[in-house]
């Protein structure tokens, strides 16, 4: 199982503390992650990612700009998870984006020695791990009446997700990966007009993040749904996010 992958990983990690151990150790726990969170176990959920993070630190320390044959293909995007299923959003109010991100299991036998990995890699990781904290914030902050600190937590790391989604925009071209980037820009401009609406009423910056996501949407519409990656009223929750911005303070493109 993927738990108990992720124990032999640990214990391998503290005898070991290669590369090889520690691109697992994020990609375990990450997942394992998305799991717990898929199941609503928001605070073990929370440990994975922290312990995805710590691990990502280590790399991130060691990387290189080089890149090495072994991982020149690597794929660092699985797919997306099952959205958390809560109550029923309150009227007036827009839904965020729920949906996280899965990393792809790395293959390479060339990770054994020191600096073995490039910033690409660190910086994919990175992006899934930030990005699945703050929707985890952002989710906790919705169940529990609107936490100041998570709902900050999640405006931070949509922020730091988009500005590694930039980076990464210009040094990587695999059609996969550029797929998933897109779903994820319409991911974070959706949730971030959800916090500005829901949670600091920015209702024009709100707006202006809905009509970018709707233009995402429009985007990708097709093969999102032919891929089966989002149900069709989940799209159409999403595209109506917009009309619930008050009018008075969203002005008319």
Not at 144 to 149: A, P
Not at 157 to 177: A, D, N
Request: include cysteine; glycine fraction near 4%.
């Amino acid at each position: 199982s993927l738990q108990k992958r992720l124990t032999i990983n640990t214990i391998a990690i503290s005898q070991f503390p290669n590369f090889k151990y520690k691109m697992d150790s994020v990609i375990a726990n990450n997942n394992l992650g998305v799991h717990f969170y898929e199941k609503g176990k928001l605070e073990n959920a929370s440990t994975c990612f922290r312990n995805a993070a710590s691990a990502i630190g280590f790399l991130r320390d060691r990387s290189t700009n080089d890149s090495f044959p072994g991982l020149s293909n690597y794929d660092p995007i699985k797919g997306w998870s099952k959205p958390l299923r809560t109550a029923e959003t309150q009227e007036g109010l827009s839904v965020p984006f729920s949906r996280m991100l899965l990393l792809n299991e790395c293959e390479s036998e060339n990770m054994e020695n020191e600096h073995m990995v490039s910033c690409f890699e660190t910086d994919a990781m990175s992006l899934v791990v930030l990005y699945n904290s703050a929707v985890l914030n952002h989710v906790h902050s919705d169940l529990n009446g609107q936490i100041t600190t998570s709902t900050e937590a999640a405006y931070q790391g949509y922020e730091q997700t988009f500005v590694i989604s930039q980076r990464l925009s210009e040094s990587c071209s695999g059609s996969s990966f550029s797929f998933h980037k897109q779903v994820l820009k319409m991911a974070l401009f959706n949730n971030m007009g959800a916090l500005y609406h829901n949670n600091y009423g920015r209702f024009r910056d709100a707006a202006q993040c809905f009509k970018s996501s709707i233009k995402q949407i429009d985007i990708l519409e097709k093969r999102l749904l032919f891929d089966a990656l989002i149900d069709a009223d989940e799209l159409k929750q999403l595209s109506m996010n917009l009309l619930v911005v008050p009018v008075a303070t969203a002005p008319v493109a």
